[in-house]
């Protein structure tokens, strides 16, 4: 059979090849005969060899299990769908190629020759029946074995019968339009509608689930105590000769801002680049240091390796990592690469590593692929996710193209069972009455962006505008959207609900909300947000400038509700169309 096999195929190459080089004048009879000749001669040499040797060393060997060979349930449902699939792309090709969806009379025989093909090949490869695959890389396998014998099997028919005057553009294109839906539609029916039937009942194990599945490792264990004035064993030593022997720059930067005589080799785990983590050698509160040498960026579940080390740290532990940003990432491939092979490769590069497992649909195929490793992360993204499992950021360092952080464990792990990952989020924001109300605007930051208000504000404080200096956390196309005030859009949803006004001061975070004066916090409950703040009327230059600025207009609405928004929406109108203010 394996001979038969082989023969056909170099049948299907040559025609194929005769094929689509045009090759007319070959003659038929030389090429088929040649083919036949061939194929008798391999089938009568494997018969001598059978014959004298084989017969005696398969007679030796087990049968296979007819249960190899088990076939599945014909979907009638699949036949139909795929009648229509090829169907279409026939009629779709034919009015690429004539303007039309009319078939002539000379390719009404083609579609014919189609739908054999297509049967015959549907049949024999089982694309039609329901089976349980091992994967996805099978349950298409049908789908492509069936295109390859209907491809090979045109070209044989082409070529035997003379039919050079076919359009090819119309034949192969209709099969190349066919095995593009049939790969897109059963990719997402197999990826979806059919793990969710096998999982009905049991927890999504998706990107930002807190599930995750490991394997054992050895890991070498330093305990001790933290936090007495002397300890028996300082974690320093042995950490600074076995350790960091040949990262010098990086133990200067964790002893910079962790006192390392203060941990006893008792107390703290070290995970090196050989080892992966697992959460069974990390006893709950074990810890006051865990160190990782493998960087975040091959991490399935972040979040969940996050939790699980804040788990294993006793409170105000340490955990220390690193990871490939967007800048470091940046950096290493225009190293690599040649300056102008970088700029052609590095946008095809950052949408495969960066942009593709964001997207909530797409990610599936992509974690399966790659299984969630050397996807590319944001510095936002990381210390939003460090925060939201109950973090501290203490510090980080670029080093070596890597982004290093020293974080502590100050809280359990956030409850938001939906932190933002979308386009578009919902931000916590101080509505009327102190209520706390979701905000809806497109994504202008880095996921997990919102989890770090403190920490930007310490680090960055606030600008003339009262916004972030420097604000690490906004996107280059999330600078954008601001500027055309595009982000703002959605918040039309929130106004449709009366959560927020037209005219209204802007509704900011709680911890905003936290450095304003008690008086001007009394009168923000006081009323409902609004669209379009007063800031936009008065352009203030500084935060005490806001203040006075909301504060003069709540006193002046106090008295006159209706004609103060009237007024300062006009004013606000005009600064920002004839002016152009903006508050980025």
């Given at each position: 059979?394996?001979?038969?096999?082989?023969c056909v195929?170099?049948?299907?190459?040559?025609?194929?090849?005769?094929v689509?080089?045009?090759n007319?004048?070959?003659?038929?009879?030389?090429?088929f005969?040649t083919w036949?000749?061939?194929l008798?001669?391999?089938?009568?040499?494997?018969?001598?060899?059978?014959?004298?040797?084989?017969?005696?060393?398969?007679?030796?060997?087990q049968a296979?299990?007819?249960?190899?060979?088990?076939a599945?349930?014909?979907?009638f449902?699949?036949?139909?769908?795929?009648?229509?699939?090829?169907?279409s792309?026939?009629?779709?090709?034919?009015?690429?190629?004539?303007?039309?969806?009319?078939?002539s009379?000379?390719y009404?025989?083609?579609?014919i020759?189609?739908?054999?093909?297509?049967?015959?090949?549907?049949i024999?490869t089982?694309?039609?029946?329901?089976?349980?695959?091992?994967n996805?890389?099978?349950?298409l396998?049908p789908?492509?074995?069936?295109?390859?014998?209907?491809?090979?099997?045109?070209s044989?028919?082409?070529y035997?019968?003379?039919?050079?005057?076919?359009s090819y553009?119309?034949?192969?294109?209709?099969?190349i339009?066919?095995?593009i839906?049939e790969l897109?539609?059963y990719?997402f029916y197999?990826l979806?509608?059919?793990?969710?039937?096998?999982v009905?009942?049991?927890k999504?194990n998706s990107e930002d689930?807190?599930?995750i599945?490991?394997?054992?490792?050895p890991?070498?264990?330093?305990?001790?105590?933290?936090g007495?004035?002397s300890?028996?064993?300082?974690?320093?030593?042995k950490?600074?000769?076995h350790?960091?022997n040949?990262?010098?720059t990086?133990?200067?930067?964790?002893?910079k801002y962790?006192?390392l005589?203060?941990?006893?080799?008792?107390?703290?785990?070290?995970?090196?680049?050989?080892?992966?983590f697992?959460k069974?050698?990390?006893?709950?509160q074990?810890?006051?240091?865990?160190?990782?040498?493998?960087?975040?960026n091959?991490?399935?579940?972040?979040n969940?390796?996050?939790?699980?080390?804040?788990?294993?740290l006793n409170?105000g532990?340490?955990?220390?990592?690193h990871?490939h940003?967007?800048?470091?990432?940046?950096?290493w491939?225009?190293?690599?690469?040649?300056?102008?092979?970088?700029?052609?490769?590095?946008?095809?590069?950052?949408?495969?590593?960066r942009?593709?497992?964001?997207?909530?649909?797409?990610?599936?195929?992509?974690?399966?692929?790659?299984k969630?490793k050397?996807?590319?992360?944001?510095k936002?993204?990381?210390?939003?996710?460090?925060n939201f499992?109950?973090?501290?950021?203490?510090?980080?360092?670029?080093m070596?193209?890597?982004?290093?952080?020293?974080a502590?464990?100050?809280k359990?792990?956030?409850?938001?069972?939906?932190p933002s990952?979308?386009?578009?989020?919902?931000?916590?924001?101080?509505?009327?009455?102190?209520?706390?109300?979701s905000i809806?605007?497109?994504?202008?930051?880095?996921p997990?962006?919102?989890?770090?208000q403190d920490?930007?504000?310490q680090?960055?404080?606030?600008?003339?505008?009262?916004?972030?200096?420097d604000?690490?956390r906004?996107?280059?196309w999330?600078?954008w959207?601001?500027?055309?005030?595009?982000?703002e859009?959605?918040?039309?949803?929130?106004f449709?609900r009366g959560?927020?006004?037209?005219?209204?001061v802007?509704a900011?975070?709680?911890?905003?909300?936290s450095?304003?004066?008690?008086d001007?916090q009394q009168?923000?409950i006081g009323?409902?947000?609004?669209?379009i703040?007063?800031?936009?009327a008065d352009?203030?230059?500084?935060f005490?400038?806001?203040?006075?600025?909301?504060?003069?207009?709540f006193?002046?609405?106090i008295?006159?509700?209706?004609?103060?928004?009237?007024?300062y929406?006009?004013?606000a109108?005009?600064?920002?169309?004839?002016?152009?203010?903006?508050?980025?």
């Amino acid at each position: 059979m394996l001979i038969v096999k082989s023969c056909v195929a170099a049948l299907f190459l040559i025609t194929i090849v005769l094929v689509m080089i045009g090759n007319y004048s070959f003659s038929r009879t030389q090429m088929f005969g040649t083919w036949l000749i061939y194929l008798m001669a391999e089938l009568s040499v494997f018969l001598i060899y059978y014959l004298t040797v084989g017969k005696k060393i398969t007679s030796k060997q087990q049968a296979p299990s007819k249960e190899i060979y088990r076939a599945g349930k014909l979907s009638f449902a699949i036949i139909a769908f795929d009648f229509i699939v090829i169907t279409s792309s026939f009629i779709i090709m034919n009015y690429f190629k004539r303007g039309t969806i009319e078939i002539s009379e000379n390719y009404e025989s083609l579609i014919i020759i189609f739908y054999g093909l297509w049967f015959g090949s549907g049949i024999f490869t089982g694309k039609f029946e329901i089976m349980s695959y091992r994967n996805i890389y099978y349950a298409l396998s049908p789908f492509l074995k069936a295109f390859l014998i209907m491809v090979s099997m045109m070209s044989v028919l082409i070529y035997a019968f003379n039919l050079f005057y076919l359009s090819y553009f119309q034949g192969f294109g209709s099969l190349i339009l066919l095995i593009i839906i049939e790969l897109i539609f059963y990719s997402f029916y197999h990826l979806y509608f059919l793990d969710k039937k096998k999982v009905r009942g049991v927890k999504s194990n998706s990107e930002d689930e807190p599930i995750i599945e490991q394997k054992g490792i050895p890991v070498e264990l330093l305990k001790a105590k933290f936090g007495n004035d002397s300890c028996l064993n300082p974690a320093k030593e042995k950490l600074e000769n076995h350790y960091f022997n040949n990262r010098r720059t990086l133990f200067n930067f964790i002893a910079k801002y962790i006192n390392l005589n203060l941990i006893d080799e008792t107390d703290a785990i070290v995970l090196d680049t050989k080892a992966e983590f697992d959460k069974r050698t990390f006893a709950d509160q074990s810890y006051y240091l865990f160190i990782n040498f493998n960087k975040i960026n091959d991490m399935r579940h972040i979040n969940q390796y996050f939790i699980e080390v804040n788990a294993g740290l006793n409170s105000g532990g340490y955990f220390v990592g690193h990871a490939h940003t967007i800048e470091t990432h940046k950096e290493w491939f225009y190293a690599k690469f040649p300056f102008y092979m970088a700029r052609i490769l590095y946008p095809l590069d950052f949408i495969y590593r960066r942009i593709i497992p964001k997207l909530p649909e797409i990610k599936k195929v992509y974690f399966l692929l790659t299984k969630g490793k050397n996807r590319i992360l944001s510095k936002a993204e990381i210390l939003g996710r460090l925060n939201f499992c109950g973090f501290e950021v203490v510090a980080t360092n670029d080093m070596g193209n890597c982004f290093y952080f020293i974080a502590k464990r100050i809280k359990n792990p956030s409850d938001d069972k939906h932190p933002s990952y979308g386009p578009i989020v919902k931000l916590k924001r101080v509505g009327l009455n102190g209520k706390i109300i979701s905000i809806h605007k497109f994504r202008t930051m880095h996921p997990y962006s919102e989890y770090l208000q403190d920490y930007v504000y310490q680090q960055q404080k606030l600008n003339s505008n009262g916004k972030f200096n420097d604000d690490f956390r906004v996107t280059n196309w999330g600078s954008w959207l601001r500027k055309l005030w595009i982000d703002e859009l959605p918040q039309i949803i929130n106004f449709w609900r009366g959560d927020i006004s037209l005219v209204g001061v802007r509704a900011i975070s709680e911890h905003y909300f936290s450095l304003y004066d008690k008086d001007l916090q009394q009168l923000r409950i006081g009323f409902k947000p609004g669209l379009i703040p007063p800031y936009y009327a008065d352009l203030p230059n500084s935060f005490e400038e806001i203040m006075n600025s909301e504060r003069k207009y709540f006193n002046e609405k106090i008295s006159h509700p209706f004609s103060t928004d009237i007024k300062y929406f006009f004013r606000a109108f005009y600064n920002i169309v004839i002016k152009h203010a903006r508050s980025y």
